[in-house]
Structure formats: structure tokens, C-alpha cells
């Protein structure tokens, strides 16, 4: 059988991209291929549950239109399907003179972005937040959260009514283009597709080499570890607490986050990871760490930030320092207030120059799509995400 369509990859682009393909095209036939025996099972399972406003974006970057599209589309999807969220809101803290001025353009490119913000200052933000300390703040009203985990069952469900076929556990191994079709394979199984897509996040780059696109990145993987607050705590905030991101760099610092259960959690940090898909601390992967080590790009990269990698690499190391950030702008917390709770691996595309790539990147050919680079807001983005991957692979009517 030929199928119409192919998606590799079970997380919630590559779910949202086969849900809107199925929607433009009632009938179509469609398998779905991920390696993990369950969907969602790498970042859109371990991420913080965050429906992003759009506020940090660079101005007409793919992450600015579709983040703001998607946060909409997010909160109508689960007001449809039953599926619990809140918004709850988002403060980005100032803790310093610096850091004022770094959030007044923030504040501007949030305008730019369509963005409606309040500034708090620092009186405003006691009577907003009692346990929060700052100089002043950014209310962002319409920031939620969620548990993208139940979306992706969600989608499933629907596109299984639809008539997709999903395949669970299946590691592609060949994927080769032809004039007619794309022919892939795992182990002694093979499929043929007019049309593939492939959202393959963590392994993108391999599978992009894989299917002989040619590309000038790598797949860095950058551990997200999180705590969570003992159950007393859980009522410490109303909103989510963020501080004043550095500009120059993709992650948003340790934030407390409200979850959708009830709870709290703290982080995430950003370390180098030695395994691409291995959560444990100190987990090592050979072939993932080869890759890393290895690579240029890396290097040039820590080169270029070797203060900011040993500053987070301490806060791994340390319960201490990394109780410390979260003292900056929350200073009533301690140490017996962090508990455990699941690290998250964020698949980070760093150029062969050592550059990061902060936006969303498709590749595409006559008959393959790759999403090769899809960061945050890549969750809240996802159903704008496979609304413009369908129409970019969309075979004729």
C-alpha cells in the first residue's frame, strides 16, 4: 500500500501536522510512525505545561506569528475536548537596575508582537504576589497552562477516527525520495508515502541525514532539571513567576510554574546533556556524547558562553545554587522546600558556526517536510505549526 501521507514522529507537532492534514484532506490515508511505545514520551511529555502568550519573540519570526495563534488554538482545542487549563497568568520579574531595563524592551517587543502588558512596579507587585521580590514587574494576563500530555492523546484519538494508521515502537532506520514516492523502513517492515513529514525532534538531525537532506547544524541536547514544592508550598503564587530573560540566550531562566494538578514546580536550568533521551542525572549515552563532543559547533558555542555554561552547570551541581536563583525573586523559599521531580531534554540546533537557531526551521523537498528545529513555544504553536505544514505538503486535490 502507498499511503498518502507519513508522519514520523508521535510528539505534538508531529500529531497536530497529521490532525490538520487529515482535517484539509477527509479520507486521505495516513500512517504515523514513533519509536516509543506511547506518544509524547520526549519533550512534549516533559516540558512545564506553559501556554505561552508570545512575548519574547523577535518580531515576525515564525515563533512570534504562530505562538500567539497557537495559544488561542491551544485553549479553544481543550475547551472543545474537555481537557483542564487555566490562565493563570504570567509575572516576569525585575530583581535589578539591569534587569529593569532589559524588561522596558521586553515590554516594547511584546507591543510589537500584538501583546497587551502591564507594568507592576514594586508596591503593585507585593499586593499581586506577597511572597514575590522585585523591583517591578510584566503581567502577561493571557499566559495558561496545561497538560500537553493530554492533548496528544487527544489528537491521537482523533486522527485514529480519522483513519490514520499509528505505529508504535518503530524506530525508522531508511527513509530514501523518489520521483513517486518516499519509501522508509524500520527493521524488515517498509511503507511507501506520497508525502512524509518528519517532526522527529530530539533525533532531527538525524533524520534528516538520514533522508539525505543536507544541512549545516546538530541536535544539542540541553537538560531542563526541575523541583517541585512540598504540597505546603503549592499556594505560594497565583501566577506563574518568571525572571527577566538574558536576550542573548534561548532559555528563560528557573521559573516557578504553576502546574495544572495543583502543584508547583521550579526550573528549568539548562545544562549540556550527554544522552539525547535519557532522563536520570548524569545519564550518558555514547553515540549521543560522541556527536556532541565532537562537534565544531559545540564548541564554538561554550566558547562563546563559557560563563553562562559554568554558571548552570553549578546549579546542577548544587541544590544550593540553584535555590539561590529562585531566592533572587521568591526569597522565603528553602531548601527543604525543593523536591524531586523529572528532568526535561530540550533538542537545541546549534549551527556548525556555533550559532543557536532560535526559530522554528523546516526543510523541505518535493515530497519530505523536516521540522528540524522546534523550540519553545513549539507546544502552544503546534496546531498553527501543522495548519501551515499541511498546506506546504498538501497533494493535490
Known amino acids: 500500500m502507498v499511503f498518502d501521507y507519513c508522519v514520523i514522529g508521535g510528539g505534538i507537532v508531529g500529531l497536530a501536522s497529521a490532525a490538520k492534514i487529515l482535517e484539509a484532506r477527509p479520507g486521505a490515508s495516513l500512517l504515523l510512525v514513533e519509536k516509543e511505545a506511547r506518544l509524547a514520551a520526549h519533550q512534549t511529555g516533559h516540558n512545564s505545561g506553559v ?3 508570545g512575548i519574547y519573540y523577535q518580531p515576525g519570526s515564525l515563533k512570534a506569528t504562530l505562538c500567539r495563534a497557537g495559544a488561542e488554538m491551544t485553549m479553544a482545542f481543550c475547551a472543545a475536548h474537555d481537557i483542564a487549563y487555566k490562565q493563570c497568568g504570567k509575572l516576569i520579574v525585575a530583581t535589578s537596575t539591569d534587569e529593569l531595563g532589559r524588561m522596558a524592551a521586553l515590554y516594547e517587543r511584546a507591543v510589537t508582537n500584538g501583546l497587551t502588558l502591564t507594568r507592576l ?9 506577597p511572597a514575590i521580590s522585585g523591583m517591578g514587574a510584566l503581567l502577561s494576563p493571557k499566559t495558561g497552562i496545561v497538560d500537553y500530555s493530554q492533548i496528544c492523546e487527544k489528537l491521537g484519538e482523533i486522527i485514529r477516527a480519522a483513519g490514520a494508521d499509528i505505529q508504535l515502537s518503530t524506530g525508522i532506520d531508511r527513509i530514501m525520495e523518489t520521483a513517486s514516492a518516499v519509501e522508509i523502513g ?4 517498509s511503507w511507501s508515502a506520497r ?3 518528519v517532526c522527529g ?3 532531527a538531525d538525524r533524520l534528516a541525514r538520514l533522508a539525505g537532506i543536507d544541512i549545516d547544524f546538530r541536535v544539542v541536547p540541553f537538560r531542563g532539571e526541575y523541583y517541585r514544592l512540598k504540597p505546603e508550598k503549592s499556594g505560594i503564587i497565583k501566577h506563574l513567576i518568571y525572571p527577566v530573560p538574558d536576550p542573548d540566550l534561548p532559555f528563560l531562566g528557573i521559573h516557578l510554574t504553576r502546574m495544572i494538578d495543583g502543584s508547583v514546580t521550579v526550573g528549568p536550568n539548562a545544562v549540556v546533556g550527554l544522552a539525547r533521551e535519557k532522563y536520570a542525572k548524569f545519564s550518558v549515552d555514547a553515540r549521543d556524547a560522541l556527536d556532541t563532543v565532537a562537534f565544531g559547533g559545540f564548541w564554538r558555542l561554550v566558547a562563546g558562553n563559557t560563563k553562562h555554561a559554568l554558571h548552570e552547570l553549578y546549579g546542577s551541581i548544587s541544590k544550593g545554587g540553584y535555590l539561590k536563583e529562585c531566592q533572587k525573586y521568591c526569597p522565603s523559599l528553602e531548601r527543604d522546600d525543593l523536591l524531586p521531580y523529572p528532568a526535561g531534554i530540550r533538542a537545541q540546533v546549534v549551527t556548525n558556526k556555533g550559532g ?5 526551521l523546516l526543510k523541505q523537498t518535493n515530497r519530505m517536510l523536516h521540522v528540524c528545529n522546534a523550540p ?3 507546544a502552544t504553536s503546534a496546531l498553527p505549526i501543522g495548519a501551515m505544514i499541511a498546506d506546504k505538503i498538501m497533494l493535490p486535490a
Open 186 to 189: 524500520s527493521g524488515d517492515q
Open 376 to 378: 519553545s513555544p513549539a
Open 356 to 360: 543557536i537557531v532560535h526559530d522554528f
Open 121 to 129: 512596579d514594586r508596591a503593585e507587585l507585593k499586593r499581586a504576589e
Open 195 to 197: 508525502r512524509l513529514i
Open 201 to 203: 525532534g530530539l533525533q
Open 51 to 53: 501556554i505561552h502568550a
